[in-house]
Protein backbone atom coordinates (compact mmCIF):
# COMPACT_ATOMS: atom_id res chain seq x y z
CA UNK A 1 0.00 0.00 0.00
CA UNK A 2 3.08 2.65 0.92
CA UNK A 3 4.53 1.44 -2.40
CA UNK A 4 0.96 2.51 -3.74
CA UNK A 5 0.56 5.70 -2.45
CA UNK A 6 4.45 6.48 -3.22
CA UNK A 7 3.44 5.85 -6.96
CA UNK A 8 0.58 7.84 -7.43
CA UNK A 9 2.35 11.03 -5.49
CA UNK A 10 5.72 10.54 -8.00
CA UNK A 11 3.11 9.74 -11.24
CA UNK A 12 0.64 12.92 -10.10
CA UNK A 13 3.81 15.32 -9.94
CA UNK A 14 5.16 13.45 -12.79
CA UNK A 15 2.07 14.26 -14.71
CA UNK A 16 1.92 17.93 -13.81
CA UNK A 17 5.13 18.66 -14.63
CA UNK A 18 4.56 17.32 -17.92
CA UNK A 19 1.44 19.33 -18.78
CA UNK A 20 3.35 22.36 -17.15
CA UNK A 21 6.54 22.36 -19.73
CA UNK A 22 6.52 20.37 -23.15
CA UNK A 23 10.43 20.09 -22.72
CA UNK A 24 10.15 19.19 -19.20
CA UNK A 25 12.35 16.29 -18.61
CA UNK A 26 11.35 13.10 -15.78
CA UNK A 27 13.04 14.70 -12.44
CA UNK A 28 14.35 12.39 -10.01
CA UNK A 29 13.77 12.71 -6.39
CA UNK A 30 14.32 10.96 -2.88
CA UNK A 31 11.71 9.85 -0.23
CA UNK A 32 13.23 10.14 3.24
CA UNK A 33 11.20 7.63 5.66
CA UNK A 34 11.61 9.01 9.36
CA UNK A 35 10.84 6.63 12.63
CA UNK A 36 8.26 7.94 15.19
CA UNK A 37 11.72 8.11 17.44
CA UNK A 38 13.54 10.05 15.38
CA UNK A 39 15.84 12.92 17.14
CA UNK A 40 18.56 14.63 14.37
CA UNK A 41 17.71 17.06 11.89
CA UNK A 42 16.08 15.86 8.79
CA UNK A 43 18.26 17.44 6.05
CA UNK A 44 16.17 17.44 2.32
CA UNK A 45 16.46 18.75 -1.32
CA UNK A 46 13.59 20.86 -3.27
CA UNK A 47 11.11 17.85 -4.53
CA UNK A 48 12.56 15.55 -1.79
CA UNK A 49 9.00 13.41 0.32
CA UNK A 50 9.33 12.58 3.72
CA UNK A 51 7.71 10.10 5.27
CA UNK A 52 6.93 10.33 8.95
CA UNK A 53 5.62 7.17 10.86
CA UNK A 54 4.28 7.31 13.81
CA UNK A 55 4.19 5.49 17.13
CA UNK A 56 2.94 1.84 17.29
CA UNK A 57 0.03 2.41 19.26
CA UNK A 58 -1.85 -1.04 20.47
CA UNK A 59 -5.27 -1.71 19.48
CA UNK A 60 -6.59 -1.82 23.10
CA UNK A 61 -9.87 -0.35 24.34
CA UNK A 62 -8.37 2.43 25.92
CA UNK A 63 -6.67 3.40 23.05
CA UNK A 64 -9.49 3.45 20.33
CA UNK A 65 -11.21 6.86 20.66
CA UNK A 66 -7.47 8.11 19.77
CA UNK A 67 -5.88 9.16 16.93
CA UNK A 68 -2.99 10.90 14.91
CA UNK A 69 -2.93 14.36 13.64
CA UNK A 70 0.23 16.27 12.00
CA UNK A 71 0.92 19.65 10.99
CA UNK A 72 4.17 21.81 10.01
CA UNK A 73 5.75 25.20 10.52
CA UNK A 74 7.80 26.16 8.01
CA UNK A 75 7.07 27.76 4.25
CA UNK A 76 9.37 24.77 2.29
CA UNK A 77 7.05 22.04 3.79
CA UNK A 78 3.52 20.97 2.62
CA UNK A 79 1.62 18.09 3.90
CA UNK A 80 0.35 15.93 0.23
CA UNK A 81 -1.04 12.93 2.66
CA UNK A 82 -1.78 9.99 5.04
CA UNK A 83 -2.29 6.30 5.22
CA UNK A 84 -1.87 3.36 7.48
CA UNK A 85 1.32 1.04 6.73
CA UNK A 86 0.31 -2.80 6.13
CA UNK A 87 0.31 -4.05 9.85
CA UNK A 88 -1.87 -5.35 12.28
CA UNK A 89 -2.74 -5.20 15.66
CA UNK A 90 -1.47 -1.75 15.74
CA UNK A 91 -2.98 2.14 14.89
CA UNK A 92 -0.26 4.03 13.14
CA UNK A 93 -0.08 6.10 10.36
CA UNK A 94 1.84 6.98 7.85
CA UNK A 95 2.31 11.46 7.10
CA UNK A 96 3.80 12.16 3.65
CA UNK A 97 5.32 16.04 3.52
CA UNK A 98 6.89 17.42 0.76
CA UNK A 99 9.82 19.68 0.40
CA UNK A 100 9.22 23.02 -1.91
CA UNK A 101 11.50 26.04 -0.94
CA UNK A 102 14.69 26.18 0.90
CA UNK A 103 14.90 26.89 4.71
CA UNK A 104 13.76 25.14 8.21
CA UNK A 105 10.43 23.62 9.23
CA UNK A 106 9.23 21.75 11.74
CA UNK A 107 6.98 19.05 11.70
CA UNK A 108 4.82 18.19 14.25
CA UNK A 109 2.56 14.45 14.94
CA UNK A 110 0.30 14.36 17.87
CA UNK A 111 -1.67 11.65 19.75
CA UNK A 112 -4.91 13.20 20.72
CA UNK A 113 -7.76 11.42 22.76
CA UNK A 114 -11.46 11.74 21.54
CA UNK A 115 -11.91 15.73 22.66
CA UNK A 116 -9.18 16.60 20.43
CA UNK A 117 -6.29 17.00 23.43
CA UNK A 118 -2.74 16.15 22.78
CA UNK A 119 -1.59 12.95 24.72
CA UNK A 120 1.82 12.72 23.27
CA UNK A 121 3.63 15.18 20.53
CA UNK A 122 6.63 13.91 18.26
CA UNK A 123 8.28 17.37 16.63
CA UNK A 124 10.97 16.84 13.74
CA UNK A 125 13.32 19.56 12.63
CA UNK A 126 13.32 19.55 8.66
CA UNK A 127 16.06 21.80 6.49
CA UNK A 128 15.34 22.16 3.29
CA UNK A 129 18.27 22.76 1.47
CA UNK A 130 19.17 25.05 -1.36
CA UNK A 131 18.52 23.33 -5.14
CA UNK A 132 21.45 21.46 -6.14
CA UNK A 133 22.79 22.98 -9.23
Do not use: C
Amino acid sequence: MRRLVLLAVVLGAATIGLLRAESAQMVKHTVWVVPWDHQELVRVQPGDVIEVWTRPLPVIPENLESRFRASKEGRGVEPVGETLPHKEGTMERLFFFKAFDPGPATLTVELVNAEGEARETWSYAVEVAAPRG
